[in-house]
């Protein structure tokens, strides 16, 4: 997945990335999910190079956004997919819906769906 990075990448695309690297910092922080989703969700990047070659992305992210999700993105170099809820319920049927668009329009398997809740303390020294 390193090889399809791009060599350069434009200013514009950098500060939008930057940006949301704040964004981001602020969602979690302030434990706003919606903005963490939006964050996560508006790599201009990484993900419009990395996500062609995870078979049917596009209807996961589709499918997490209309079972509730603030957003969705890859994790990592894309064997994750992870979307940004309010809830538990809400993750419940984001998780399923995301599940079944792996399944049927990327034709893969699913080996695990987990709804976590975000720790906003942190690593604590013990």
Do not use: W, Y
């Not at 990448?9 to 919606?34: E, F, R, T």
């Not at 079944?100 to 303390?121: C, M, R």
């Amino acid at each position: 997945m390193r090889a399809a990075l791009p060599k350069e990448v434009p200013m514009k695309s950098l500060i939008n990335n930057c940006c949301q690297g704040g964004s981001l910092v602020a969602g979690i922080l302030n434990g706003d999910s919606q903005l963490l989703g939006q964050a996560l969700d508006s790599d201009v990047i990484v993900e419009p190079v990395r996500g062609p070659l995870i078979p049917g992305l596009m209807a996961v992210k589709e499918a997490a956004k209309a079972a509730g999700a603030h957003g969705c993105t890859i994790s990592g170099a894309g064997p994750t997919a992870v979307a940004i809820v309010s809830d538990p319920e809400t993750g419940k049927k984001v998780s399923e819906a995301m599940c079944q668009a792996f399944k049927s329009a990327g034709k893969l398997d699913v080996n695990s769906a987990i709804v976590a809740q975000l720790d906003q303390i942190g690593a604590t020294l013990l």
